[in-house]
């Protein structure tokens, strides 16, 4: 039996050329293409943290979790003006005026952020706002939105989708890099598998990271939040895809304010920034001290 | 542990109230709006059977898969003319000259066509080429599109995501319902689950139809050839779907001339005109007679 | 990357060189072997239809049951006398007493029962009160058991495994067959993926079906009862499975008596008498006419 | 719709009553069982690393591996002498040839030793020539195999099955432990999902340590051989897997001799010992700094 659409690994140097080490040999077997978003570098030498509300609720809860991610240490602001939901009827976030807050919140902090764009054609206003673009997993094999944002020339967050393979991943990527724009950061957010909601919201998929890295040279990060669902798991699944080999992270963060309102969208998986801190530290530590021990030790 | 996110079919009232059997209740437990194609009509008597070539890829060929399908007594047209590819390299159809021929084909047939739109600012160029317009697996929550297309008013086939829920899938839909348009027909073309690729593209998952019917007042119909990817699956795949409750099927054709150019896209699971001919023969043989012979035995 | 045990049907010749048509050519390319269970003929003309109660709970509800299906028309008995449970705190079944319950229910109906076996060191005792031993899903990799039903003779229903590809189900019959015993039925079941739990129990993966006939000779039954896990949804699932290509159905049945007690376990997937014998009309009808029109419509 | 067989965390009491931390409080909300197999103590202070060949092939191959595993610093020897292969014409292993060369390793070495039982019947056998024994996959719903290496009283290494939901897990080691034996360690060693095979054999699947911890007090280690598939991702798997919080680790060794014959089964995610060096130098280093310095940054 032959079947229509199968594809493996071994096909990348066809779906993607312009990524793939196969066919594109410049950064060689190992070596990651660094993306920098103002200071921040994605695929440098210390994984980036970034941090922020899943959504952008209103100026003060914004402000305040912008000014804890700072004080946490994080690298980046992320926060959703435009909320993919899974109802019509829910909150669909605050669009314009969201990422007229979360730029106040980058210029007070001068974090770098992040955002979500999910419609092609507020690709441009979107990213006047931002640092960076985020493609979300829905909207993974949205072709035309990766086209737009290939030639808006932003670097890209783009998620993986949760039924994506390696090969399609790449291959959406792809759609960004043959606009001429190879400022792209994957990011690995959980696959839908038999167990996702027993315990977990959807499946992390570690195991990824290495294969991504030994196909293509862009960076690869990890949202531990949209992953696990569970505020609980975070710090653990953080550092465990760091040990994994993930070039950094992407976390909801809360106010711990105990008079604080309850986020709007998946408040149960947002940490507070006293957890954010302990990442951060992990991330520091593990910087400085296996730099030298571990390293030292396996030579 | 409390996961963000979870949902499940109770949550179906909040997720789509609209198309929600339990909070609108205008068709009862059982009954299905009929959606209407010109003559075509969905979640009528009798299932409607789609036909087509994957993609538009020139006018010869298109025309003499229009007469053939025509000629099998299929309802109506099938054909890309926007094609998502998971390789930007990939054919990505013939666009706008695509929709001509559609609109060609479908004039000398007299069958309605639906082609696939996945860019947000096409919505009204295609709407005017075609009888009814198609929102992929891949764009099943892009939501941007589900409301343009909404707002267009054009009878809409929505393809179930690869991963979907029936919540997922069913909310999807009610971001079209919510702009007005209740011309909504769901489309199973099978999920990824472990055996993907093994022997069949993806897993055709027909207890789904079921639930949806169970769930909403919306047809549904199957896609066997994107679910199997196997050409020789197609008759008994499409024949399990109607025997399952599907309301139709919509399924890939290719030429059967020894000397037709070999279809530039998922030439694997494209059934010949004969093969067509069979299923419908199949529709037709067991509307007639189940319709009296079983109905009266199970009385 | 070279991924250890990884195995495609290309490699049936190697992992069931017995049971491969590839290296077995002696049914040719499409021709079923039949499987003889008394007069029972599985991959004989007309498909099989096996039925009775989840478990054995005493003898009344056991020989009430036995008559509704032999007086429905259905091919065989079936009943569990070991029950392989989630928790051990769960009703296990009647065992020694339960196989004696089946026995007479067998004798008093003219029906071949068929029931499963867990412990290798029943095998014997299983087989001599019943006509078929069956290898339950949980076990289909307990390799040991599968080398003591070979060599016990008796024709084996192997069901597959939850997650099983279809290399490891062949592969699993091969551990029968090399004990001399050809004398197996295979028995889709529902495999996990993604939406189990929502809408059905499994996901029901009639795929596989055309699949395993077109890679072995083995006759291929489909239980929609465990599979879907809901009553509602067995009719329509077992006429499906026989579209699908499958030889027969093992199916679930309960008493419709008002004054019954509720089955011990799986209670909601249980039908009652007068849909299997909506079920079994169906396969009559379907082969009485069907075998007449379709085929000559289609010659 | 009721589906038949669901359950979800929630019925952890009633599914492993003995088990669950909701009926049996004595190990409070994270406090972990240790169990204990000679000085090798799981659950406590310490990560355990067992380590080993896939198979015991013959009498030198077996001794220069566990001489390797020791002078690696490894607590534990595994080595399979029973193996359950997808094809019977595969080697299936020494049977108790195999038992006597791993008993010879184990008191050279000084190693307590497991490998997996597969047949109920062995269970005695096997026990008295090793220290742990393995469940595997294949057999966790094996339930007379649990039960009688429930009375055999030794140790047990329970692995997860391939789609083995939590509830599932747990349900089988309640098995063990309702005949009286509490000396259980379960193991994570990846699950079927969609990705299984592209870039890695299974999907290790980190997230269930935390929820394996929250819902019961036994230790639970994980197997980044098996889930992998690829010999090239086993360390970062190691370091990810104890970073998610897993009290040890299974690792499958293959000679680094040049001249050295190539193991029978799943030679590429054998690691050498260098790499298994590596590990263990990992797993001290961060038992001494991370215990002083990540504690006390986070207290």
Request: net charge neutral; aromatic share 6%.
């Amino acid at each position: 039996m032959i079947i229509a659409g199968r594809v493996d690994v071994d096909d990348l140097p066809r779906i993607c050329p312009l990524l793939s080490r196969r066919t594109n040999p410049r950064y060689g077997e190992s070596q990651t293409r660094v993306v920098e978003v103002g200071r921040v570098r994605f695929g440098g030498e210390r994984p980036v943290v970034i941090a922020g509300p899943c959504a952008v609720e209103n100026r003060e809860q914004t402000l305040e979790i912008a000014r804890a991610v700072k004080g946490s240490g994080a690298d980046m602001l992320r926060g959703g003006a435009y909320k993919p939901r899974t109802s019509p009827h829910d909150f669909q976030g605050l669009g314009l005026e969201g990422l007229k807050i979360l730029r106040e919140a980058s210029q007070e902090t001068g974090l770098p952020v992040v955002t979500e764009v999910m419609d092609v054609r507020l690709v441009d206003q979107v990213a006047e706002y931002v640092d960076m673009l985020q493609v979300g997993s829905r909207n993974m094999q949205n072709y035309p939105l990766l086209v737009e944002v290939g030639r808006c020339g932003k670097p890209v967050l783009l998620k993986r989708g949760m039924a994506a393979s390696l090969c399609e991943w790449l291959g959406a990527a792809e759609y960004i890099a043959k606009e001429g724009n190879l400022e792209i950061v994957l990011c690995e957010r959980g696959i839908k598998a038999y167990p996702s909601g027993e315990y977990s919201r959807y499946s992390l998929d570690l195991s990824v990271i290495p294969a991504v890295r030994a196909e293509t040279f862009l960076p690869v990060i990890v949202d531990p939040s949209h992953a696990t669902g569970v505020a609980a798991m975070v710090e653990s699944a953080s550092r465990a895809a760091l040990e994994f080999g993930s070039h950094g992270l992407i976390i909801e963060v809360a106010s711990d304010r105990l008079d604080a309102v309850k986020p709007k969208c998946d408040a149960a998986q947002a940490i507070t920034p006293r957890t954010l801190r302990k990442i951060i530290h992990f991330v520091e530590t593990r910087q400085e001290y296996l730099a030298e021990r571990l390293h030292v030790a396996s030579a």
